[in-house]
């Protein structure tokens, strides 16, 4: 904003009236506001009281001379703009007078134009003044809101309630909140800059967060989450992300960690009731079941029809209940971490193929083909629980079979990848939209659309497979796309 000059206010302290009387027409034209003193204590009391711009000083006055005025007005307001009028004789004295600190001179006796001139300049400085001042005023809010937005941003970091830790490329943390700190038990403040695994040792969750600071989840929409456990029954969730530069380069990793102890209770309370009450309902159902099978068994012929059809039914879905049971307990027996693996050593091609063996006969009805595929060179002998993988990859082909259409192709195939086993189950099949996808392991969850609709199940295989898988320490994956097909990975580490 340009600094207004109709307001600049001058002061004339000059002896000589027709001066003060001269100047005074030409400051008006000027626009300036104009006062006059006779001489320097008159001149002295006015800017006592006034706010002054510039003042024209005459040097050479009766009483208090001009230099001692000077010497006032720069220890009271150094910011007014003195200017000396001078005689010829005075050259000297102006000189000293702008050592002194005045702005500028005019000699006397002067043309109206000279006079113009210097008060122009002066007004000119007035301005850059101002201006200046409101720049300085500018960056220094500017400064003082960035300041404000800093120390905001870090309140709201102190006072989140889940921990919070902020790494650099090298994993190093150079961020952390006290809700991190109380949750890895050190006093706030204490752990900064080292690596990210001096704090939590979890190795998995190390890798995560040294990928996510490298920049391998820049592109990723979204990234793994990872539950981990620091003992005593506490259990959190790790949620990252990278942290990116103005030009989308990776500058780091932020992981935010949720404290799902609690929730872990209330699950295990739940696992708890569901087997207590499936083990309670299954023998009761069983001799329902067998009773039904008498019954059927001992109908004479002659009694058959309707009430043979009605029995029938009731002993299937008793059959239905029974299997739902039973996959309810061997979840729970799994979440409660009570699977005992019987581990053997084995040919994991021999396993795999009496499986698929097993459920040609059942692809064979849907019309479906159903392969297995090989490594070239033989696969190292695999040391795990036989049983287990059975069920693993049993249930993954039964579901292919399930959710692919009539004359589909499933494939098995196996090979070893790095340090894993690597068993990929594959159909062309319904597939599942994304949004499912996240979901289908979960307990009872089952996808339901006009193609899965008839199709029976409990929505309990996916989560003990998941279960099994996960006892085995190995990871399931899934890549679907709808009406073209899944593919169900297993990756199991190969003991070394
Ligand atoms: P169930 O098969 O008893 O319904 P699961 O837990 O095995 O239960 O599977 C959960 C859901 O995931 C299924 O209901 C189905 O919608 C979906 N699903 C599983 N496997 C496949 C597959 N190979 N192709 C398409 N959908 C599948």
């Not at 396993?351 to 070239?376: G, I, N, W, Y």
Request: with cysteine; glycine share 8%; aromatic share 6%.
């Amino acid at each position: 904003m340009k600094a207004s000059t109709d307001t600049i206010k001058v002061l004339v302290i000059d002896d000589e009236t027709s001066i003060r009387q001269g100047s005074e027409r030409i400051l008006k034209r000027m626009d300036c506001s104009v006062l006059g003193a006779a001489n320097g204590e008159e001149g002295l009391a006015i800017l006592a009281q006034k706010k002054v711009h510039i003042v024209l000083l005459d040097l050479k006055m009766p009483g208090m001379d001009g230099m001692e005025v000077l010497g006032h007005i720069q220890a009271d307001n150094p910011a007014i703009l003195v200017i000396v009028i001078t005689g010829f004789a005075t050259v000297e004295t102006a000189i000293e007078a702008m050592k002194q600190g005045a702005y500028d001179f005019i000699p006397k006796p002067f043309e109206p134009d000279q006079l113009r001139i210097v008060i122009n300049r002066a007004k000119d400085k007035i301005q850059l003044q101002a201006e200046a001042e409101k720049l300085a005023r500018d960056s220094r809010r500017t400064l003082a809101d960035l300041d404000m937005e800093k120390s905001r941003i870090r309140t709201i970091i102190e006072s989140l309630p889940s921990g919070l830790v902020v790494t650099n490329t090298e994993g190093n943390i150079v961020l952390v909140n006290p809700a991190f700190c109380h949750m890895i038990g050190l006093e706030p403040g204490t752990c900064m800059g080292g690596h990210f695994t001096e704090y939590i040792t979890d190795e998995n969750l190390g890798l995560l967060v040294r990928d996510i600071s490298r920049g391998r989840y820049v592109d990723f929409e979204e990234i793994p989450t990872y539950e981990f456990t620091l003992g005593d029954d506490k259990y959190y969730i790790a949620r990252g992300r990278p942290v990116l530069g103005e030009r989308r380069e990776c500058l780091g990793a932020m992981v935010a960690f949720q404290d799902v102890s609690g929730m872990k209770v209330l699950d295990r309370l739940k696992s708890e009731f569901v087997a207590k009450v499936t083990h309670e309902l299954r023998s009761p159902l069983s001799t329902i079941h067998e009773q039904l099978a008498m019954v059927l068994r001992e109908m004479a012929v002659e009694e058959a029809g309707t009430d043979q059809h009605l029995i029938s039914r009731a002993k299937e879905k008793t059959q239905g209940l029974i299997s739902t049971i039973g996959d309810l307990l061997d979840l729970s027996r799994i979440e409660a971490g009570n699977v005992c693996h019987e581990l053997r050593e084995f040919r994991l091609e021999e396993l795999l193929t009496s499986v698929v063996d097993f459920l040609k006969a059942r692809a064979e009805a849907k019309k479906q083909t159903l392969s297995l595929s090989l490594p070239d060179s033989p696969l190292p002998t695999f040391t795990s629980d036989p049983l287990a993988l059975e069920s693993i990859i049993g249930n993954l082909i039964t579901n292919a079979i399930n959710y692919t259409e009539e004359e589909g192709l499933i494939e098995v195939r196996v090979d070893k990848v790095g340090d894993n086993v690597r068993i990929d189950v594959q159909d062309n099949g319904f597939g599942i939209e994304p949004k499912y996808l996240g979901k289908i392991f979960d307990r009872f969850y089952r996808v339901k659309n006009e193609k899965t609709r008839f199709i029976t199940g409990t929505g309990l295989g996916l989560p003990i497979v998941k279960g099994l898988v996960e006892s085995l320490d190995g990871s399931i994956s899934v890549e679907s796309e709808p009406g073209k097909g899944s593919t169900f990975t297993v990756l199991l580490p190969v003991p070394r």
